[in-house]
């Protein structure tokens, strides 16, 4: 049997009007002109999906696809154009979190004012008030006015509340993403609970690795229309194709001509690196371009696990050097580094290093690292006059999700083979 439908989205538009001018917009709401004062902007055009009961389902697409319009919809904070939506069951937004806050009311008087907008007893609030502190973690505070909060504070509070009400559908926008790492895994840990309990989940991201693990189906959005709907590796494919489609250029990683990073980004396709990274060093060799590149020759921040990858980097040598050793490293997002190579312990020499030389080096490996965020550090050291010297360092140059839709026990997936055999005792 097919289970029921929850949510219905029907032929959804939302179309915003955009006026040159602030006045225009009076003139035409005065009735003071007959001509269209306005161009149309659809943020979502004719959308349809359902999303049924216990499924896990994504939304992703690119900044400005109408993602965050559909969850406004759906949970009743935006009105639509055109088209409707249909919901069946309690609906929990972690949305604007903290909206329906007073700011003058303790941490505590604000959750039986939350719970009491959704609709709960004194009685049935008291008796998941405990949870709710005991999530939200913020100590004595929950007696202090809201407005005393930091931000952090007020988000793990609002989360608290949000997610401990018992919801039957769930609608995440990024929420996330917020607090620290530990609040986070707290946040997933619940969602997991969720799901278990076979509850049903909206959730928009960008992160690709959270989609791929969470989700059971993902909707695919471009530029307000629906593209598709699949699996999650279909759709996250499908949406990395989008993402370089954008930027139309060449990502034919063979390619002699390449750029260099700071000078000019072109040839990266979706590739991002992070504008605050930090660099140190002599600079006497200077890391000029780095890139990673997937099983499909793209330049990407997105791998998937398993799959064969390329960390390519080109130094140019300011001076002359002598055995130059250039290397990566990765780290998780606490800070710990989880494994990384060089060109000394690969035996990969590099042959010319003399003043105004380029040396382009390409590390390919498989992907091992279990599904989620990393960052890649970049490094060119060696000696000068007998001293071990920094050249040029890149901490934490860029990002790299790894995608995974199983993941196993601790940093790295060791890939292991199993077979297992049974006999039946007679
Ligand atoms: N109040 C508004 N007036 C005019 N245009 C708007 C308004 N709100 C949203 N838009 C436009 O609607 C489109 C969809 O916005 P939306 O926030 O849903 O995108 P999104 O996919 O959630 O983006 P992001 O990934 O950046 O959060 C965008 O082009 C945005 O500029």
């Known amino acids: 049997m097919e289970n029921k439908k929850v949510i219905q989205v029907k032929d959804l538009t939302k179309m915003y009007k955009l006026y040159d001018k602030p006045s225009d917009r009076l003139k035409e709401a005065l009735g003071l002109t007959?001509?269209?004062?306005?161009?149309?902007?659809?943020?979502?055009?004719?959308?349809?999906?359902d999303i049924y009961e216990g499924e896990c389902v994504g939304i992703i697409g690119t900044n400005g696809s109408g993602k965050s319009?559909?969850?406004?919809?759906?949970?009743?904070?935006?009105?639509?154009?055109?088209?409707?939506?249909?919901?069946?069951?309690?609906?929990?937004?972690?949305?604007?979190?903290?909206?329906?806050?007073?700011?003058?009311?303790?941490?505590?008087e604000n959750v039986y004012l939350n719970g009491t907008m959704i609709g709960f007893s004194k009685e049935e609030i008291d008796a998941r008030l405990n949870d709710i502190l005991e999530f939200a973690d913020i100590g004595d505070f929950i007696h202090q006015p809201v407005k005393t909060y930091s931000s952090g504070m007020f988000v793990?509070?609002?989360?608290?509340?949000?997610?401990?009400?018992?919801?039957?559908?769930?609608?995440?926008?990024?929420?996330?993403?917020?607090?620290?790492?530990?609040?986070?895994?707290?946040?997933?840990?619940?969602?997991?609970?969720?799901?278990?309990?076979?509850?049903?989940?909206?959730?928009?991201?960008?992160?690709?690795?959270?989609?791929?693990?969470?989700?059971?189906?993902?909707?695919l959005l471009n530029k307000g229309v629906k593209m598709d709907e699949g699996s999650p590796k279909q759709m996250v494919d499908l949406y990395k194709q989008l993402l370089v489609g954008q930027n139309p250029v060449k990502q034919n990683e063979s390619d002699s001509t390449e750029q260099i990073v700071a000078e000019d980004s072109e040839g990266l396709g979706d590739f991002q690196v992070n504008p605050n990274m930090l660099e140190y060093g002599s600079r006497i060799a200077e890391i000029t371009d780095f890139r990673v590149i997937d099983d499909k020759g793209r330049c990407s921040n997105t791998v998937e696990k398993g799959s064969c990858f390329k960390i390519r980097m080109k130094v140019r040598f300011n001076e002359e050097i002598q055995e130059p050793i250039m290397a990566y490293t990765f780290k998780n997002i606490?800070?710990?580094?989880?494994?990384?190579?060089?060109?000394?312990?690969?035996?990969?020499?590099?042959?010319?290093?003399?003043?105004?030389?380029?040396?382009?080096?390409?590390?390919?490996?498989?992907?091992?690292?279990?599904?989620?965020?990393?960052?890649?550090?970049?490094?060119?050291?060696?000696?000068?006059?007998?001293?071990?010297?920094?050249?040029?360092?890149?901490?934490?140059?860029?990002?790299?999700?790894?995608?995974?839709?199983?993941?196993?026990?601790?940093?790295?997936?060791?890939?292991?083979?199993?077979?297992?055999?049974?006999?039946?005792?007679?």
Do not use: W
Not at 171 to 192: M, P, R, T
């Open 34 to 49: 007959r001509k269209k004062l306005y161009k149309e902007h659809y943020a979502l055009h004719d959308v349809n999906f």
């Open 69 to 108: 319009t559909i969850l406004k919809i759906i949970t009743g904070v935006l009105t639509p154009t055109a088209g409707e939506v249909k919901v069946d069951g309690r609906i929990s937004a972690l949305l604007e979190l903290g909206a329906g806050f007073n700011m003058e009311y303790s941490g505590l």
């Open 156 to 219: 793990r509070l609002a989360f608290a509340v949000a997610i401990n009400i018992d919801p039957e559908i769930l609608v995440v926008d990024e929420a996330l993403s917020v607090g620290d790492v530990f609040f986070q895994a707290k946040c997933y840990h619940k969602f997991e609970e969720f799901k278990k309990q076979g509850k049903t989940i909206l959730f928009v991201s960008h992160d690709l690795g959270s989609v791929s693990k969470y989700c059971d189906r993902v909707i």
């Open 334 to 426: 606490q800070g710990t580094e989880i494994t990384g190579t060089n060109t000394m312990y690969e035996n990969a020499k590099i042959e010319h290093s003399g003043k105004g030389d380029i040396c382009t080096v390409t590390f390919t490996q498989n992907m091992n690292l279990q599904g989620g965020e990393y960052l890649l550090s970049f490094g060119c050291t060696g000696y000068k006059n007998g001293d071990f010297t920094v050249f040029h360092r890149l901490y934490d140059a860029c990002n790299i999700t790894v995608i995974s839709s199983k993941n196993t026990v601790g940093f790295y997936d060791m890939d292991s083979k199993v077979e297992v055999r049974c006999e039946e005792q007679v």
